[in-house]
């Protein structure tokens, strides 16, 4: 919504809106606060959306609460907007940021190497303002992609650059494809809006539970790239960066297979399981330090318990019901919390490397599966697996082969129920009565002591996780729950360090690591805005291309 002169823009808080009403309602409701006739309102926006499940006095009236962006003349101070900034509903909105910077075109050439949400929307910036950016990703575009994926699901047999982890997209192609984040960043409505401009539905510029879809995000990609293609962008797909060649600190090409590309600065965006990346860029002295890291197992339940727990009679007006759960940290236990939340969606295989079991959770738009599943989590450190900078990697790999071998080397996954989690014993299997009911999980589920696999910390922190969710929402923590695993990439376990400011590697001169790999984000937004910011500081630094 562009500002215009001689106006002043207000965010409102608090306006409500029934669970039956429209959202057209909300800019009548915005002008009677302000005591103004919705015509003389220049603009209008809604900035945030979001269910209220509160109760009060033992009651729960489930209804949307909104905040509004409206524009209006700047010399307007109705009594109704005095009220409302004294009562605290109403302030000056945010100003947005921007991803041009005036004056400083650039004409440099920056290799970004990954195109996930970090490498994309750097790409975007980067082109934006005048750089030339050639783009490189070890994957293939989306739509081999999808093939490879499901050339997997029949011959589970694993190919190493073409997966549900590598590709057009990044991890987040096949993911929840949440498109929302807890950070308060400028760029972020800007970064939104180039996503609805390639066919997001608009809503994700305020749902506070906003979600694509990952049918939908497989149509946006190819969008997306021809957009940053109209801009120059050159992608290269299924390259995979071999090594660096460097002079004096500073990144002067990139090798892969198909040979060196020169560059005046490398954008590394290389994803949470870029291990080889990582090991090689190690040898080259790029250097890595030791991160905690997420761990834990999937859970799956019927859509319809989530529902009635969540939403009780409005169900049939709201949808598949999501939860974002959290069990604080005590009894010597970290907090365990759930994370990736995918209603109505199923469990897939995160998996780039023969003989390891890693799984993910990926819904539809539609979120029609009738599950509903998500990581149940919890944070390990260097002190439960080393201070090596690569320990948290060598750990995450053990217990990756340790759950595939459990399941029987085939990619079936172990499961159990939680309520047999939480007792501490094995699931029945056909042979002893009700077999584990199967699963969304692609290649099956046999009975597994899952709770004997995991780490002894994480096991007791997850127990104590699921008896608290299940006192918020009955029933999760019973037999309906499905407990498949291993969950151990819900973010990386390295970090490359990097000056706060600059972004740049510690001892280079235009190395700038971004997103998820480089132990920067923990999602499809943070992402996209970590690797927007670092190519803002890379077109405004002094030194840049």
Not at 65 to 92: Q, T
Not at 354 to 369: A, D, F, K, R, V
Not at 460 to 476: K, S, Y
């Amino acid at each position: 919504m562009s500002e215009p002169s001689e106006s002043a823009t207000w965010r409102l808080l608090g306006l409500e809106l029934a669970l039956d009403e429209p959202e057209a309602r909300l800019r009548e409701r915005a002008a009677n606060v302000l005591g103004l006739d919705a015509g003389e309102l220049r603009g209008f926006r809604i900035a945030r959306k979001a269910l209220d499940m509160r109760r009060r006095g033992g009651a729960r009236r489930l209804r949307f609460v909104c905040h509004v962006d409206v524009v209006v003349d700047a010399a307007c101070r109705s009594r109704g907007l005095a009220r409302a900034e004294k009562a605290g509903r109403a302030r000056r909105a945010p100003k947005l940021g921007t991803i041009e910077v005036s004056g400083r075109r650039r004409r440099g050439h920056v290799v970004v190497v990954g195109a996930g949400p970090a490498g994309l929307f750097a790409a975007l910036v980067l082109a934006r303002n005048g750089v030339r950016v050639t783009l490189l990703e070890r994957g293939p575009a989306v739509l081999e992609r999808s093939r490879a994926v499901a050339r997997f699901h029949r011959s589970r047999e694993v190919d190493p650059e073409r997966n549900l982890l590598f590709g057009e997209g990044g991890a987040g192609t096949y993911s929840d494809g949440k498109i929302y984040t807890r950070v308060d960043d400028p760029l972020e409505v800007l970064l939104l809006e180039e996503l609805i401009a390639c066919g997001a539905p608009a809503a994700i510029a305020y749902d506070s539970l906003a979600h694509i879809g990952t049918d939908r995000l497989h149509r946006i990609l190819p969008t997306f790239r021809q957009r940053l293609e109209a801009l120059g962008v050159v992608f290269r797909f299924d390259t995979r960066v071999e090594s660096l060649l460097l002079a004096d600190g500073r990144v002067v090409a990139v090798r892969s297979a198909g040979g060196e590309i020169g560059c005046d600065a490398l954008v590394l965006a290389v994803g949470h399981s870029a291990r080889d990346t990582w090991a090689r860029l190690a040898e080259q002295g790029v250097p890595f330090e030791p991160k905690p890291f997420q761990l834990g197992l999937r859970i799956e339940h019927p859509q319809e318990l989530i529902d009635r727990g969540r939403y009780g009679a409005a169900a049939p007006l709201l949808g598949a019901a999501s939860y974002n759960l959290t069990c604080k940290a005590g009894d010597g236990l970290p907090a365990g919390y759930s994370f990736c939340m995918c209603p109505g969606g199923r469990i897939v295989p995160s998996i780039n490397e023969p003989g390891l079991l890693c799984t993910n959770g990926m819904s539809n738009s539609t979120h029609s599966s009738g599950w509903a599943s998500a990581a149940i989590v919890t944070t390990l450190g260097p002190s439960e697996f080393g201070a090596g900078a690569f320990d948290g990697v060598a750990f995450q790999r053990g217990l990756e082969a340790r759950f595939f071998e459990a399941g029987g080397g085939d990619y079936t996954a172990p499961a159990q129920t939680a309520a047999d989690f939480l007792a501490g014993r094995a699931s029945a299997t056909a042979a002893g009565g009700a077999a584990v009911r199967r699963s969304t999980w692609p290649f099956g589920v046999a009975p597994g002591r899952l709770d004997q696999l995991l780490p002894e910390l994480a096991t007791r922190a997850i127990r104590r996780a699921l008896a608290a969710f299940d006192r918020r929402l009955p029933g999760f923590a019973g037999d309906a729950g499905l407990l498949v695993g291993l969950e151990s990439r819900s973010s990386g376990s390295v970090r490359i360090p990097r000056d706060r400011f600059s972004r740049r590697v510690t001892g280079f001169t235009n190395l700038y690591p971004v997103g998820e790999g480089a132990g920067y984000a923990g999602g499809i937004m943070s992402a996209a805005l970590d690797g927007a910011n670092a190519a803002l500081a890379l077109v405004t630094s002094d030194d840049g291309p």
